[in-house]
Every structure is written in structure tokens, then in C-alpha cells.
């Protein structure tokens, strides 16, 4: 079924918009932009932070929506930075955490951590930057792999179908694949040992509710019995309750 974007509010009244209502509680999908990897002995790019929940929303409220970018690779020797921050409301996830590589050998902190430098040691960035509960990531490894939702070293993410698909998000990167992270699912990139890395998959913000349209923004869809609103576009916006 193809996406009914409520930008207008003539497309919002012909999917059925009941707003006006009381407050109602979403399902939320918050998905921050993974890490790039690095070039020179480079470690891989750490996931963006994943994190999911339910949230009462006023009618009338404005909340805001950020996608955050994935970050990309830059030159021999130098460090990629860290993915950008999503935000939905109150809650927000951390980007990825940027690997080490042969000059600046440790990974960085981030929603998951960046890996260690690929070879002589390097240390991964600790994961879970926003110190939340659950946490949204896990560390990097030494040597090599970013961190991902489910494991430090392993680099696993996790399965959603908010969306009405089952997606893995937050998977961090591969040591020496180059591999770049797909958009909207906040995979950090391959780190390479002398070629060119791969750069961050960027975040995704989803919010799911039971029932007709109530609020506008983003891409909005039935799915089953919800109603689901779908950011996948970088940058600032909202969610109109």
C-alpha cells in the first residue's frame, strides 16, 4: 500500500484525520545515524543508538522530530566523526561512536561504540552514550568492529516491524569490509586497513498508535489496526498530536 504523506491537510482528511480527541499513546521507534568507518588501519563506525517505547501525546502538541545523518569518511590518517543524534519529543539517541585508526588508535563513545584501530591495539568506544535505561548500544571492540544494539564485538542490531516490515537496525560496522551502512537504519560503516571506508547509515524516527489518523507528519500509513507516521528524511521536523 503506497504512503500518504500528511504534509497537506487535504491528504490528512481523506485518510480519515480524527483529531481533536484526548491524549493517546504511541509506540515510538528512535534510531540515531551510525558512524563511518576509517581508512588507515581503521577500526568500523559504531551503530546509532536505538531506542523504543511508549509515549502519551496531547492532542494540539508539537513535538519535535529529528533524523540524524550518518557520518562519512574522510581522508587517509584522519578520523570520521560521529553519526548524528534522532530525536523524537523527550527522547533522544546518540550517534554512533567514530572507530580509531592508526593515528588516533581508540574508538569514541556513542550510541554504540566505535571500534579499535585494526591492528596494534585500540581500544572500543563505550556504548550507550546517553546513559539511558535500557540502554540504546553497546561498546566497540578492540581491533576492529563497531558495537551494535545487541553485542559488543559482534556488531548485532535488532529487528522492528513498527513499520509493517521486519528491519534489523543499529547493526554496527565490519572490520576491513569498507561496507557502507544502508539509509534509515543506523548501521555503522566498514572500517578498511588501506582502502577506503564505508561511510554511517543514517537514523529513522517511526510512531505507531492504534486507530485512525490523529496526528500529522512524516510519511503516514495504515498498518493493520495503527496508524503509523514514518521520518526517514534527515534533518528537523515534528509530530503534530
Known sequence: MPLISTRAAGSARAFGFQ???GPYDVTFLVVAGGAAGANLSGGAGGAGGYRTSTFT??????????????????GSGNNPPNGSNSVFGPFTSSGGGRPGHQNNPAGAPGGSGGGG??????????????????????NGSPGGNGGGFNGTGTGAGESNSITGSAITYSAGG???????GPANQGHGGGGQHWATAGPGGSGRVVISYEGPQRGT?????PQGSNTVHDYTSTGDSSFVA
Not at 496531547?58 to 562519512?72: I, N
Not at 565490519?174 to 557502507?180: A, D, F, I, K, L
Request: hydrophobic share 15%.
Open 174 to 180: 565490519n572490520q576491513r569490509s569498507g561496507s557502507t
Open 57 to 74: 501525546v496531547s492532542p494540539g502538541e508539537t513535538y519535535p522530530v529529528t533524523v540524524g545523518a550518518g557520518s562519512s569518511t574522510v
Open 19 to 21: 483529531g481533536g480527541k
Open 217 to 221: 507528519g512524516g510519511n503516514v500509513s
Open 117 to 138: 584501530r585494526d591492528s596494534g591495539g585500540g581500544s572500543g568506544g563505550s556504548g550507550n552514550a546517553g546513559g539511558f535505561t535500557p540502554p540504546e548500544g553497546s
